[in-house]
């Protein structure tokens, strides 16, 4: 009976999964509906047309490579090999960093032409819409800073509870990722 129990709990997805994914899906239709009020609104005429600042497109590779060191972090932890784990952690939580830093310059340059917050539609938009990405990555960061504390404060023990842990924040980093790309495309072609 006990082989039978142990069966049935590790084929049921964790409470912290399924918590994330209903975040995550939240995420999406907040993100459908800013990305839609925007198509509405250019629609609507008053457009100022600009060319996006190049930072966009470094912060693009910079959240891609994020999340290529975050999976080796997972990847590392699961196989027991602690160094690799935590030097990949430390390495993406430098990388969203630099990414809120360049995303910052990107605004400070759209600023500098002219394209301002408070000014035409536009503008607008490309200030909250990328702003409240910037939010959620944040969030994201301040869970790596929790990882990272965890990797560094306790033992170099492989747990059930730690593994979860780690799979949440992992998807939730590549969710967010896979959300700036969306953003950046969908700002180039739109």
């Known amino acids: 009976m006990e082989a039978v129990n142990n069966i049935s709990n590790r084929n049921k997805v964790h409470p912290y999964v399924v918590a994330l994914w209903i975040g995550c899906a939240a995420i999406v239709m907040m993100f459908a509906s800013l990305t839609s009020a925007y198509i509405v609104r250019k629609g609507a005429g008053n457009w100022l047309e600009f060319k996006l600042p190049s930072y966009f497109i470094y912060n693009t590779l910079v959240i891609l490579f994020s999340s290529v060191t975050r999976q080796i972090s997972y990847n590392s932890f699961k196989k027991g090999n602690f160094k690799v784990y935590k030097l990949a952690l430390i390495s993406t939580l430098i990388l969203g960093i630099i990414f809120t830093t360049v995303q910052y310059l990107g605004w400070k340059n759209l600023d500098s032409i002219g394209v301002t917050l408070t000014g035409n539609p536009s503008g607008s938009f490309i200030y909250v819409i990328p702003g409240i990405h910037l939010a959620h990555l944040i969030g994201g960061i ?49």
């Open 142 to 190: 301040l869970g790596l800073i929790m990882a990272c504390f965890h990797a560094f404060s306790l033992p170099e023990k492989f747990s059930e509870i730690r593994k979860v842990r780690l799979e949440v924040t992992t998807t939730y980093w590549h969710f967010i990722g896979f959300l700036w790309v969306y953003l950046i495309l969908f700002f180039i072609y739109s």
